[in-house]
């Protein structure tokens, strides 16, 4: 069994250990409710709605308003994402509520005159599409909550306009954020125009605070078709933006069947397509089935090897065939087809590693015949499970850190730079290296390929686990280890989440090992062909797990997230 020792910043809780007996900080945990979230105000809301009787989209909704107030990098109410739901009763469903292009996006917006992509999907008013984020909240809240529509808000209303403490991380990241100091609106209100926010000082947000109210007293379609909506695309008009008020009355929500698949007994419930992250889970786990790649331990050579492979497959293939279903037929089956996975697991070498050029999206060519198959680093996440076994996992972004930094004039929020999820050139990275075609390419009121991954499992129909991540590109892989290491590992989810974890994404071709890792374990990569290159992080896990009649919590500790729980 290989060894490995403490490191970096995991010396809080690893020492010295062999790989098949990692200790970790014990879960938080519960047995009533509990809310895992990245930013500790936001939780505590979420815990006060379960504790005064509401369900757990109750508390999803009231979270993620809260977070549009505390954790403005990536909270939000000018961005998008995914709901999953699973009731007691074991009833699904999956609310996309993406950003999508507004009617005047065209293919080639954002390619200059040498035809190369420009910044514009990034920076400026016409990086952003069609906000999601409160036509998903509502839908959910009509759908599934109990609780009245503005006692959900209320928090956050007050959040914003008395204030919250700026904690350490806040006032280091606000004060780090170059793209708000490029908006007069942005830096006024969020850098006190160079009078950068210190621990301990109050964040007041009263044009929020009055956006969020009105939001309250009228329901979603003010958002969309109010006075919100109208001072929304005014400035866009004035700015060069896209956006009109007919493109934000048109938005909506869109309720899907959950992707579903089986591993090892565990029935997991994810993200459908225009996420290719569910995908992209059920594809790696069903290349790892019969490897036994986890005989040597978490985090082993071996273990890595083959996790790291199985990646690299879904991500050549994630380039081709993945993509907005209402625009594409998506090969799903196809995709996860045993027969299908079983070829792509024959190729991987026991020794050495494959180098990405030698690896192609694998469907047979003859598939596509006549038919076209196809189906941030900020973001956030946080899950909720009531006393009653409801589940909720959301995630939701701006894309980039603090969205493109513009704030709507006079109604304080960030805008989203989603569009940047489209492919501008196909081959052409985006913001995270992703490379991508035809299938993700722009297009009027579609939806950008999403790496968004909430997942909820069960076992024998119980509830057993729910979890996601923000992180990009990286968030499908963050979230499989997580899920493995609980699994196969029998890890609690306080040290599968604190475990180093690796991403390797097909192109570029490079293996990136979270700080943590033993030098003996790069050194051994280093000689199977693995390009190795340190990070930081690989995506910012949270999860719940249920063990008997106790909720267990884990969050990512080294980046102030926070288990709620009672």
């Known amino acids: 069994m290989q060894s490995r020792c403490c490191a970096g910043l995991l010396t809080a809780f690893l020492c010295c250990t062999n790989v098949g007996e990692v200790s970790a900080k014990e879960p938080v945990t519960g047995t009533h409710g509990m809310v895992v979230a990245q930013e500790p105000i936001a939780a505590d809301v979420g815990l006060e709605i379960l504790k005064n009787g509401g369900n757990a989209v109750d508390a999803a909704v009231a979270v993620g308003f809260a977070l549009a107030v505390t954790h403005s990098s990536a909270g939000n109410l000018g961005g998008g994402g995914f709901m999953l739901v699973r009731l007691a009763n074991g009833a699904t469903t999956f ?65 914003a306009r008395d204030g919250f403490v700026v904690s350490e991380p806040v006032a280091e990241s606000l ?89 090892k007994g565990f029935q997991i419930l994810t993200a459908p397509p225009p996420s290719a992250g569910g995908l992209g889970l059920l594809q790696i786990m069903g290349i790892l089935t019969g490897t036994h790649y986890d005989s040597d331990g978490p985090n082993s050579t071996k273990a890595v090897h083959y996790e790291a492979e199985a990646m690299r497959r879904f991500y050549a293939d994630r380039s081709e065939y993945m993509g907005d279903p209402d ?40 598939m596509n015949a006549g038919i076209t198959w196809y189906e941030s680093t900020e973001t956030t996440h946080y899950n909720v499970v009531d006393a ?12 980039n850190s603090y969205g493109n930094g513009i704030t709507a004039p006079g109604l304080g929020f960030l805008l989203n730079d989603e569009m940047d999820d489209f492919v501008a050139k196909p081959g052409a990275p985006n913001m995270f290296g992703m490379v991508g075609g035809d299938a993700n390419a722009i297009e009027p009121g579609k939806r950008p390929l999403s790496s968004m991954t909430p997942t909820i499992i069960t076992k024998n129909g119980k509830l057993f686990m729910a979890v996601g991540a923000p992180g990009g590109s990286r968030i499908t892989t963050g979230v499989t ?60 896990v949270e999860a719940i797990v249920v063990k008997g009649h106790t909720l267990e919590g884990g969050t990512e500790s080294r980046l102030h997230g926070k288990v709620a729980a009672y």
């Open 175 to 263: 004060k780090s954020a170059e793209q708000l100091r490029q908006d007069p609106e942005s830096k006024r209100i969020f850098l006190r125009d160079g009078d950068y926010y210190k621990p301990g000082d109050v964040l007041r947000q009263p044009e929020l605070a009055e956006t969020l109210d009105r939001i309250a007293q009228h329901g979603a379609r003010e958002f969309y078709d109010g006075e919100t909506a109208h001072r929304l695309a005014a400035a866009m008009t004035a700015h060069g933006g896209l956006i009109t008020v007919d493109d934000l009355k048109a938005y909506k929500t869109i309720e899907r069947k959950p992707l579903t698949g089986e591993y």
């Open 95 to 159: 609310l996309d509520f993406r950003e999508c292009a507004p009617r005047k996006a065209s293919r080639d917006m954002y390619l200059g005159p040498d035809g190369e992509p420009t910044r514009d999907s990034i920076f400026g008013w016409r990086s952003s599409g069609v906000p999601g984020s409160v036509s998903g909240f509502s839908a959910a809240h009509k759908k599934f909550g109990t609780k009245p529509w503005a006692d959900l808000l209320a928090p956050a209303i007050k959040l």
């Open 388 to 399: 009653h076994g409801n589940a909720v996992a959301v995630t939701y972004t701006l894309n």
């Open 327 to 366: 625009f594409y037929v998506v090969p799903v089956k196809p995709l996860l087809n045993p027969a299908y996975l079983a070829k792509r697991r024959s190729t991987i070498d026991p020794q050495h590693a494959t180098p990405s050029d030698l690896v192609e999206p694998g469907l047979p060519k003859a």
């Open 481 to 540: 280890e997580v899920i493995l290491d609980v699994i196969d590992f029998h890890m609690n989810p306080q040290s599968a989440v604190d475990l180093p974890r690796f991403h390797e994404q097909w192109k570029p071709d490079i293996l990136y090992l979270q700080d943590g890792f033993p030098a003996a374990t790069e050194d051994a990569l280093k000689k199977m062909g693995y390009q190795v290159k340190p990070t930081e992080g690989v995506a910012r």
